[in-house]
């Protein structure tokens, strides 16, 4: 049985007297669990004016972060203005009575090394910053006074409404988004059918009903502090949290109201028992069986809807997910539960993903899936079933990882709304007992009644189109005479999940490595392998494995780009029941196409992992017959034609790395390509990647020199007796040049317009880089602040400084639905002249400020496995033995100084003759409106021969 580290909450007692206001109550001595991997310190404690916080005190952090959330969402909304409870959470950052500037707040934080968000669900909303730890203090004072004295400034209702529109209008065709809108739309009358994003024409003054008075009217009812949570992460001791938290939070008015629920019964007669018929924009082929359930949230402890949806999504033998699979009908079967998606209702669903031979056995499908579920619910309640995701849930939290604090103080403000106290860190892996009438009380909620059957691809039939989303669908009733076929026949011999063999059974230590830097361990006959312990977390008992079959039949070749992505693709597919054995024992295995080769990679609890290895390698050679590589390019080919129906800012930043990157091909001729491969091909490309490569293993964590040899060893078994040692190959990048200015226009099928403009310096190597990277985050901060908080121009905006290989860059991205490419790259033109104006003015001391900023973030300490390991593995892929890229880049930026950063802008956004590449991608929407055309430009209509034409590094 594990051992849980109790750390009890201190009472913490105000000063006493007539005349004086206690701001803390006394507490309990009820004890937040934590995991014994983790050393830092917590408190709890509720202020006086009923706020609860929970603080976590971490020495090593180089940055504080909060997060405050508010127990109300959308779902309160009025029906009035649909989108208020989003719309508010956009204006409340826009200044308060102390610091009334309406973009002093991002100013602060983009100076300091901070970042802030904030999200609005259905019954919450929440708000989050991360901030340099020396102005920790000041930044608690602005974001606390967002929750006291908002200013909500009337004159910025309209130009946020654009915002909110604008975001709105990013999502109106994703498919998802409008799939869930639709499931609300089912529940009739009940509170969670509400648009919750809002747009223009939700958030609007109406007869009765004036939006800034609406808004302020949700913020004074709901903002209440006995509702709000509030979760602290900082360097601090406790006692000094503790006085931050009193004297920041404690001035938040507690008007003393009942947190918000919904008491709304669902009625399924409405809302179940229907056949949804979905038309969706990407050519997808889904199958989902949702059923509406109770909000049962509050039954974590037993777990009830983990221990269903354990069963119901394995593909264990004798399961739907693995006969469906093999016999060729789905290429993906999962099961996950929502309970509290609609408030006090949520759903448990079996989300399915169709082969062309499945489209054509739906209607059997369904049936099987209602059988398993009977054949569960009269035999799957069994108590082995909970033993084993009880020790599944046990080892992970006994080795749980940090991770980004920011996030994790939005993690905790969240589950403190819907958890015990106690239990806010553990619940997803808390398993106190097995409930038999909780798991019973589930299943017997998915009935037919209760079940919507989503028919979801882009062949739909439909008679009906959505508010608000570009979706259509049909509704039916499910028939009695359906639900009768579901029974009346066994279409295959069905079986519960089997045991989990891979459960780790020991946690044993076996590093015994003190080196600080990778170490080549062997070289032996086209196997090298370099060995690095974990210097960081030396009592985690877990590794990775990362084995690149690198050869030169992989490069300049689109047919062997192609056959790798099959070849990965058959892997995943083939080797479900292995993949989920793996993940469920806290392992993880996958093969990844890379520009080089075929990477394998493992990963997490060390003790099984020879078996995991073992089994992988075995596999690693797939199954080829011609339906299942014909299934593979359809799967292919469907994912690429989807591009077009991705964000028009996606589908920019795509071009962008298809402009800089070697092996990049037309769509055009990488679909025909595709069309005339066979499985012959593919076997044949196996074969010979296999014997000729030269393979390179990376093994970090905890191995012994027994562990590194067998590996080796089961690597040489694999390879074949004419193995052929070949050269290590990267892929190229653009090689960027004095003069160079090209450019892509593209009409594109979505809405919007999309920009991505960059320059790059013309000298390559880390000096450069550092005065980017000193650079991006003041100028990001100030395209944000005017493209988007004043202007109202996009929700997408930014300014961005990616690498290309050695070469430093710079440049602006946009997406709009409210002008064409001409006009916003006029914008954007003109921005970049209005930026080195500021950056000419910028004071010496922002500037070292932003400098400390960036090198607090490059020197803080790794958090987990994968942060400590990152750079090493980037410098392994780069053949930089020195592995030492990282330090030097702090080297660097520690020379930077004000004038660097303005010579680096000035050499690069400044000036005309820089390196620059422009991506326009015209939405349908903006068809009438011209192309923006540079002097010099040469426009990219081929890739193909666009990489024929260039030089690269």
Known sequence: MNKFVLLSALAILGASGCSNLSFFT????????????????YQVLTLANGIEVILVSDPQLKKSATALSVGVGSIQDPMSQQGLAHFLEHMLFLGTERYPDTKGYSEFMTKHGGAHNAYTGLDITNYMFQINNDVYDQALDRFSDFFKNPKLYPEYVEKEKNAVNA???????????????LSRNILGDHPANRFSTGN????????????????????????????????MVSNLPLAEMARLAKQHFSGIKNKHIEKPKVTKTVNLQQAGGKQIYYQTNEDVRQLMLDFTIRNNQADFASKPNKFVTYLLGSEMP????????????????????YPSNYGNYGSLSINIELTQAGMKNRDKI????MQYIDLVKQQGVNEKYF????????????????????????????????????NVINAPYYYKEFDENAIKSVLNQLTPEALNVWYISKNEKTDKQLHFYNGKYRIENISAETIASWYDSTYMKLSLSSVNRMLPETFAIKTVSKNDKPELVVDNQGIKVWYLPSQAFKEQPKGSIDIYFNSSLAHNNIKSTILLSIWSDLFQLQQG???EEANKAGMQVFVHPEAGGLLLSISGFTDKQKDLLSKALENIQVEVD???FLQAVDRLTREVENEKKQLSVSQAFNAFSQLITKDSWDKQEYLQVASKLTSKDLRSFIKQLLSQNQVRVFAFGNYDSQDINEMAAKLERLLPDNHKVTEYTRNKSWEPKEGQLFVVKKDIEVNDVAIVDLQSHSEPGLKQQARAKVLIDHFANYVFDKLRTEEQLAYAVGAIAPTIDEYASVGLYIQTPVKGPKAIQSRLDQLKLEYQQVLNKLPEATFKQLKTSVLVALKEKPKNLSDEVSPFISDWYDENYQFNTKAQLIAEIEKVTLGDIKRFYAETMGNPNAPRLNIQMRGKKFADQPFASFKNQTEVKSLSTFHKMISYQ
């Open 26 to 41: 006394e507490q309990d001595s009820t004890p937040i669990i934590v995991s014994p991997s983790d050393d830092r310190a």
């Open 167 to 181: 975001e709105w209008s990013m999502s109106r065709e994703n498919d998802y988004a409008g799939q869930f809108k």
């Open 200 to 231: 223009l024409e939700t958030l609007s003054n109406k007869s009765g009903s004036k939006l800034h008075q609406e808004m302020v009217d949700f913020y004074n009812k709901y903002y209440s502090s006995n509702i709000m949570k509030v979760a």
């Open 318 to 337: 004798g399961t739907p997910g693995q006969l469906l699979k093999s016999k060729g009908w789905v290429s993906s079967f999962y099961a996950g539960s």
């Open 366 to 369: 369904v049936a099987i899936v």
């Open 387 to 422: 033993q084993e995701i009880k020790t599944s849930l046990d080892n992970k939290f006994r080795f749980l990882e940090k991770f980004d604090d920011f996030m994790y103080a939005a993690f905790l403000a969240e589950d403190m709304q819907n958890y015990p106290l106690q």
């Open 577 to 579: 029941e292995l993949i």
């Open 626 to 628: 011609e339906q299942r």
